[in-house]
């Protein structure tokens, strides 16, 4: 299924956005999450937790933000293993998507909906909080696509990260790297499944480039998928040259849809 979205519904974009290096997550996410060049605004490519400036780039505006001032209900589909917003707050890293839904506390979801299937992990079955939480089953990947599915149904924006394509790619582990490309195959296949059937549209991008060359243990400066799959496929991929494009992106076809 990855193939195929690759192949007929994807268009390759910049997510180097003019500032040598590498790119990396801290700068390259907020900058989609945003629609600010963030590499720019640095002066170079930050990775890991963002930092006091670019988290006051994201605690200014953000895409969460913009759909809520469009009155669009949001959801950030990843489980925290916290109880609460109040815990998630007090850690003393966050990632940008952390920082982003704190701006919007309801959109974070808590162990609890982890536990009701109301929300996903990041590895998509489980498997790696098993010896933390030996209570909460694996699923398969075609399960967690289905959970994703029903959060998606109920709010109009459903956001979801998965990173364990850059863990893989940075092991430079062939078979490791295989291994997680099924699992995620197998997951885009049945949700891309039920959003058709739905009429639901999946926007797919990254922050930047890793799995594609496994003997390269950091991130590529190569171009990115961005793939988008369901009504307004073409004006989403038209509107995208870089990183910088997807909010507009998303925002714009909220406009074009209604
Ligand atoms: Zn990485």
Request: aromatic share 8%; hydrophobic share 40%.
């Amino acid at each position: 299924m990855l193939w195929r979205l690759l192949e007929r519904h994807s268009k390759p974009i910049d997510a180097c956005l003019g500032v040598d290096g590498p790119p990396q997550s801290a700068t390259g996410q907020a900058t989609m999450f945003t629609g600010v060049n963030c590499a720019a605004a640095m002066g170079k490519h930050c990775e890991g937790f963002p930092g006091p400036g670019l988290r006051k780039i994201i605690e200014e505006n953000n895409l969460f933000l913009e759909l809520k001032r469009r009155n669009l209900s949001v959801k950030f589909a990843d489980a925290y293993l916290v109880d609460g917003v109040d815990e998630l707050e007090m850690r003393r890293f966050k990632s940008v998507t952390t920082v982003m839904a704190l701006t919007l506390p309801e959109t974070v979801s808590t162990i609890d909906d982890l536990v009701n299937d109301e929300a996903l992990l990041q590895d998509l079955t489980r498997e790696t909080i098993q010896e933390r939480y030996p209570d909460i089953p694996v699923i398969p990947p075609q399960r967690a696509a289905e959970h994703l599915f029903r959060i998606a149904r109920k709010f109009d924006f459903t956001l979801f990260e998965f990173f364990q394509s850059d863990i893989a790619g940075h092991s430079m582990d062939y078979a490791r790297a295989c291994a997680v490309l099924r699992v995620y195959d197998r997951f885009l296949s049945a949700l891309v499944r039920y959003t058709e059937a739905a009429g639901l549209t999946v926007v797919l991008t990254s922050d930047h480039g890793n799995i594609e060359e496994i003997g390269e243990r950091g991130h590529t400066r190569n171009q990115i998928p961005f793939i988008a799959y369901g009504p307004g496929e073409k004006m989403l991929r038209e509107k995208v040259s870089s990183l910088k494009d997807v909010m507009g992106a998303v925002l714009q076809a909220y406009e074009t849809l209604s």
